[in-house]
């Protein structure tokens, strides 16, 4: 955030030089920055503050359409779950309930299934020689 602040300030002193050079008047040099801008030649400067003017509204334009992206996401979710965001954290009241039972759940998968995957592996293993 603070590197985008110092590019808005650049372009505000870059404006405002061009502006001084365009009635022909010398700005102040008070700021170093004033100084910087100053030094540059014309040609410079207009293609400096062009390509920040165009940086600035490529990167509006990609934040007004993430934004307009997310909401209509979140219309989305809204529309399917009707209850928007809250679902996610209406269902964490059911966490002591549900670890342990998806702990059981797994564990007797492993317990019944395992044997089965083995002994089906080991025949296959035994086909392929």
Known sequence: MDRRAALVEELAVLRQVDEFASKGVSPPRRKNSFS??????????????????????????????????????????????????CKHLRSMGNVPKDLPAGTIGGTTQLIVVHPFDTIKVKLQSQSAE
Not at 53 to 80: D, K
Request: some cysteine; hydrophobic content about 30%.
């Open 36 to 85: 910087r801008a100053c030094s540059l030649p014309p040609n410079a400067r207009i293609s400096r503050i062009s390509s920040l003017e165009n940086m600035f509204s490529i990167s509006s334009n990609s934040l007004v359409s993430m934004t307009s992206q997310l909401s209509e996401a979140e219309e989305r979710e809204c529309g399917f779950a009707n209850r928007g965001r």
